[in-house]
Structures are given as structure tokens and as C-alpha cells.
T-cell receptor, first 113, second 114 residues
Framework: GESVGLHLPTLSVQEGDNSIINCAYSNSASDYFIWYKQESGKGPQFIID?????DKRQGQRVTVLLNKTVKHLSLQIAATQPGDSAVYFCAEKGSGGSYIPTFGRGTSLIVHP | KAGVTQTPRYLIKTRGQQVTLSCSPI?????VSWYQQTPGQGLQFLFE???????NKGNFPGRFSGRQFSNSRSEMNVSTLELGDSALYLC?????????????FGEGSRLTVL
């Protein structure tokens, strides 16, 4: 069946470095992608989203890149801070009016001071 | 604006018992969806309610059920609990009116089944 997955389960970086978290998706009909951040003991929190008609979208210190050719999504965090330590999920929504995203397994980002 | 509130935050049950979890969405949001989160399976969609009607359903057995009230508050129930039902149960609300429908999550109810 269709799936959304993450390449790396854990990513360790030093404070101040840039972080890149990757995600592969297999549903070519997906037209909307979201990144969520989940801190320990909390629910997932929306970070940034991107529609399939875009290749890149920037937020505050975060950038999402979408490569539809290879069905790949990435989240770039600039100047990573200890507060960025969390599990990051990518999610996709298909076309057809479904309001429910399919979540990837998550990548744990560990930022060392 | 108050966020999504889930109760209880933690609970312990034994096999065979049942449990009811509650979710109060953000004011004005009419869609409430439920998810099960486990280390092995990640975030899995259970069901979604919109205006008191179940609009979408995930791949879970009939032991998992839910409902939504006229004030948009939602409950989910798990009957005949199994050890594998131990998980973090997350509720999310959204306007549900189309478009991107950003989800706002609560902090979850952590269920332990002994």
C-alpha cells in the first residue's frame, strides 16, 4: 500500500549547525505535505507545510523542499538550537478531499549544546 | 484561545476492561480526529468526526469506537482492552472545512494496559 517514511530514525547535530531531515513518500497523488514537531510529553505541533505545486517554502529558520520527481521531502532547520530537539514527522494528504494526513514514522533530532 | 484538551492524561487499566477518553477541541473547530501513537507503529489514524458524524475511519477493530457531541467535544472508547492497546492516544481538532485543514493536537492520554 501507499506509505510515508523517513530515511533516518535519529539525527544528532551540534548547536548552531544546520539540520536536514528527510522523508520519502510513495503516493504520487499526494498534493499536500506537512511537517510536525513533537516534543517529549506533548502532542505534535505544526511546523510548516507545502503544496505539490511548489518546490520550496520557507518559514522562520525552517525550509521545506519538495522533489516530486523522486517523491522526496526534506525539512531544513537553520542554526539548530537545543530547543529544536524533538521528533519530527512528515505527513501527506492525498487529493480527493480527505482531511486526514498519513504520518511517517518520525526522526528524532538531538541537538548537543 | 484555549488549545485542545484531553482527559485523562494518564491511566492504567487491566486486560478486558474498557476505557473512555475525552477531547475538547479548539473553540469553533468542528472536526475532531483521533490517533494512536506507539513506538512500533508510529501515529496511526483511528477516526474523524465532523458535526457529530463519523466522516473517516482508520483500520482498527470494532473495539475502538468514538462519538462527537453537539458542542464538538469528542470521546473515544476502547472495549475489552488488550496489552497491545497500551499507547498514547492523541486527539486533534481542525476547522475541517476543506483546504489544508491544519491539525491542532492535544497532549494526549497515555493508556497503560496491564
Amino acid at each position: 500500500g501507499e506509505s510515508v517514511g523517513l530515511h533516518l530514525p535519529t539525527l544528532s547535530v551540534q548547536e548552531g549547525d544546520n539540520s536536514i531531515i528527510n522523508c520519502a513518500y510513495s503516493n504520487s497523488a499526494s498534493d499536500y505535505f506537512i511537517w510536525y514537531k513533537q516534543e517529549s510529553g506533548k502532542g505534535p505541533q505544526f511546523i510548516i507545510d507545502i503544496r505539490s505545486n511548489m518546490d520550496k517554502r520557507q518559514g522562520q529558520r525552517v525550509t521545506v523542499l519538495l522533489n516530486k520527481t523522486v517523491k522526496h521531502l526534506s525539512l531544513q532547520i537553520a542554526a539548530t538550537q537545543p530547543g529544536d530537539s524533538a521528533v519530527y514527522f512528515c505527513a501527506e494528504k492525498g487529493s480527493g478531499g480527505s482531511y486526514i494526513p498519513t504520518f511517517g514514522r518520525g526522526t528524532s533530532l538531538i541537538v548537543h549544546p | 484561545k484555549a488549545g485542545v484538551t484531553q482527559t485523562p492524561r494518564y491511566l492504567i487499566k487491566t486486560r478486558g476492561q474498557q476505557v473512555t477518553l475525552s477531547c475538547s477541541p479548539i473553540s469553533g473547530h468542528r472536526s475532531v480526529s483521533w490517533y494512536q501513537q506507539t513506538p512500533g507503529q508510529g501515529l496511526q489514524f483511528l477516526f474523524e468526526y465532523f458535526s457529530e458524524t463519523q466522516r473517516n475511519k482508520g483500520n482498527f477493530p470494532g473495539r475502538f469506537s468514538g462519538r462527537q457531541f453537539s458542542n464538538s467535544r469528542s470521546e473515544m472508547n476502547v472495549s475489552t482492552l488488550e496489552l497491545g492497546d497500551s499507547a498514547l492516544y492523541l486527539c486533534a481538532s481542525s476547522s475541517g472545512q476543506g483546504g489544508t485543514g491544519e491539525l491542532f493536537f492535544g497532549e494526549g492520554s497515555r493508556l497503560t494496559v496491564l
